[in-house]
């Protein structure tokens, strides 16, 4: 008898733990600022020499890290991916036209920063880096990215 006493108590302690749950219907909104900024940034190149080639890379990334160093944003900011280099003889796929340069190269650089302010507003100048002569192809940039760490 005592057991069943017991059990029925357990239950009803158990079926009132089932109350504490909350139901909330509808939709909710809200702006909030990023913690941190992650902005990509990728440059190609291409040469018929290796050498050339990394020489090319060098001078790019070393352009790339001037221009947002002297917008604003600071070296710890900023790092380089390893270049991917492509021998475009071996990627060949039309028989009929050989490739312009024997060599191609990619390099990203990524921006990670708390300075959200400061990146958005370097990304908007980011053509003068055109106007040097880096390339910056439009198919293959990783869109910016706002990391959400305190709302």
């Known amino acids: ?11 009803a302690i158990e079926y009132h733990h089932y109350d ?5 219907k509808g939709l909710s909104e809200r702006e909030s600022k990023a913690d941190i900024v ?3 940034i ?12 990394n020489d090319a890379i060098d001078i790019t990334s070393s352009d790339i890290k001037h221009f947002l160093v002297e917008h604003g944003i600071t070296e710890t900011d900023i790092t380089f991916s390893t270049p991917a280099i492509t021998v ?14 024997h060599y191609s190269a990619f390099q990203t650089v990524t921006v990670y920063s708390h300075d959200i302010d400061t990146v958005r507003s ?5 053509s003068e880096l055109g106007k ?4 910056l192809p439009a198919k293959v940039t990783i869109p910016k990215q706002s990391i959400y760490l305190h709302v």
Do not use: C, H
Request: net charge negative; hydrophobic share 45%; charged share 15%.
């Open 42 to 53: 990728q440059f190609n190149t291409a040469s018929n020499d290796l050498k050339e080639l």
């Open 132 to 135: 040097k002569g880096i390339v």
């Open 38 to 40: 992650i902005w990509s």
């Open 88 to 101: 475009e003889i071996a990627q060949q796929y039309d028989n009929n036209r050989a490739p312009e340069f």
């Open 122 to 126: 370097v990304m908007g100048s980011l």
């Open 1 to 11: 008898m005592s057991v069943l006493g017991y059990l029925l108590g357990q239950a």
């Open 20 to 24: 504490r749950n909350v139901t909330v």
